[in-house]
């Protein structure tokens, strides 16, 4: 699961800076608090890459999805980013645990007496 959903938060990591380079162009906004506000995403990005195994990782996940969909207010194409990568934020949480899962069962297999064929002689 660690590797999916680390790829996606990259992705949003760029996301969030292309986002803020979008928002300087508003006259209303200040650059200091556009890249404030995108800073602190763009870092939650890369501490939630460590973070997503651990308890609470993959709800700070959907809390960082809905306030990229609620950038859309600033950036209208960010509605449209936003839906787009909490889509693949649940993709990767879900195909994400069914490979662990999988390794798992596949790892317990590989260390049973039957499987490493000890029993055929």
Known sequence: MRTLCSSTLIGEFFIIGF???????DP???MTTVWT???IAMFL???LCGLVTRPGGVAL????QIALIASGFVVPTMFFMGVLFAALWWASVHFGRKVDEAKARFAAQAESPQASGADAA
Do not use: E
């Open 19 to 25: 986002a803020g380079l979008v928002a300087m162009k």
């Open 28 to 30: 209303g906004l200040s």
């Open 45 to 47: 990005c890369l501490v």
């Open 37 to 39: 506000v995108s800073g």
């Open 61 to 64: 996940g959907w809390a960082l």
